[in-house]
C-alpha cells in the first residue's frame, strides 16, 4: 500500500461545484502539504499544517480550504470550483527535516 | 528570499551516457537541505536524493550522485548510465531548516524543473 493515498486520482467537473480532494498517509509524520502544479511551473503550495491544530497559508491559499481531521488526514476543499483551478493537485508529508513524500496525484479539470 | 533556479528547460542524452542537471539555490539560512525529485509522464513525484547543508560528502544513491558545491550555491543531479525509463521532469528543491520567512519554516520551494529525454 502507499505510504501517502490521494482520492480520487481523476474528476472532472463544473464551475461552481464544491469539491474535496482527501490526503490519508501511514508514515506517521505530522506535516502534511498540499501543492498545486500547473503546466510548465514548478509546484506551488496551497496550504501545510504542522500538527492537527496547525493550518497555514501557503503561497496561493485564494479559492481553497483545508481540515486537517487527524495525524493521518488532511483534505483540501474547493468551495465554488473555478477553470483555473485544473491542475494537477499534490499531497505530501513529512517530518522536521528530510524529503517530503508525496501522493500519486490528482488531475482535477473544471469545464 | 530563498529561490531554487534550474537553467535547463529540457536536455537531451544518449542512453548509457551519463547527465548532468543543474540547479542553483539561493538561502541565507545555514541549515538547509537540497532534494531532487523525478516525476515521469504518468505524474507521481519521486524523491530521488538528499543533501543537507551540513553534509560533508556528496550524496549517492544508486546512479543518482549530488555534486554539491556549497560555496557555489550549486547542487547538480549527476544521473550515471542513463536508461530510457530515466525521461521525465527533474525538480530540484529545498528546505530552510532554522530561519522562517513568514511562518513557512521548513516548507519545500521547488524549482521549475527540467525535462529530460534518453535517446535510444
Known amino acids: 500500500d502507499a505510504d501517502v493515498t490521494q482520492t480520487p486520482r481523476n474528476r472532472i467537473t463544473k464551475t461552481g461545484k464544491r469539491i474535496m480532494l482527501e490526503c490519508s498517509q501511514t508514515?506517521?509524520?505530522?506535516?502534511m502539504y498540499w501543492y498545486r502544479q500547473d503546466p510548465g511551473l514548478g509546484l506551488r503550495l496551497i496550504y501545510y499544517?504542522?500538527?492537527?491544530?496547525?493550518?497555514n497559508k501557503g503561497e496561493i491559499s485564494d479559492g481553497y480550504s483545508v481540515s486537517r481531521q487527524a495525524q493521518a488526514k488532511f483534505s483540501l476543499s474547493l468551495e465554488s470550483a473555478i477553470p483555473n483551478q485544473t491542475a494537477l493537485y499534490f499531497c505530501?508529508?513529512?517530518?522536521?527535516?528530510?524529503?517530503?513524500?508525496f501522493g500519486d496525484g490528482t488531475r482535477l479539470s473544471i469545464l | 528570499a530563498q529561490k531554487i533556479t534550474q537553467t535547463q528547460p529540457g536536455m537531451f542524452v544518449q542512453e548509457k551516457e551519463a547527465v548532468t542537471l543543474d540547479c542553483t539555490y539561493d538561502t541565507s539560512d545555514p541549515s538547509y537541505g537540497l532534494f531532487w525529485y523525478k516525476q515521469p509522464s504518468s505524474g507521481e513525484m519521486i524523491f530521488l536524493i538528499y543533501q543537507g547543508s551540513y553534509d560533508q560528502q556528496n550524496a549517492t544513491e544508486g546512479r543518482y550522485s549530488l555534486n554539491f558545491q556549497k560555496a557555489r550555491k550549486s547542487a547538480n543531479l549527476v544521473i550515471s548510465a542513463s536508461q530510457l525509463g530515466d525521461s521525465a521532469m527533474y525538480f530540484c528543491?529545498?528546505?530552510?531548516?532554522?530561519?522562517?520567512?513568514?511562518?513557512?519554516?521548513?516548507?519545500?520551494?521547488f524549482g521549475k524543473g527540467t525535462k529530460l529525454s534518453v535517446k535510444p
Open positions: 508514515k506517521g509524520h505530522d506535516r
Open positions: 505530501a508529508t513529512s517530518g522536521e527535516t528530510g524529503p517530503q513524500h
Open positions: 528543491a529545498m528546505r530552510d531548516y532554522l530561519m522562517n520567512y513568514g511562518g513557512s519554516q521548513g516548507n519545500l520551494i
Open positions: 499544517s504542522f500538527d492537527v491544530k496547525d493550518i
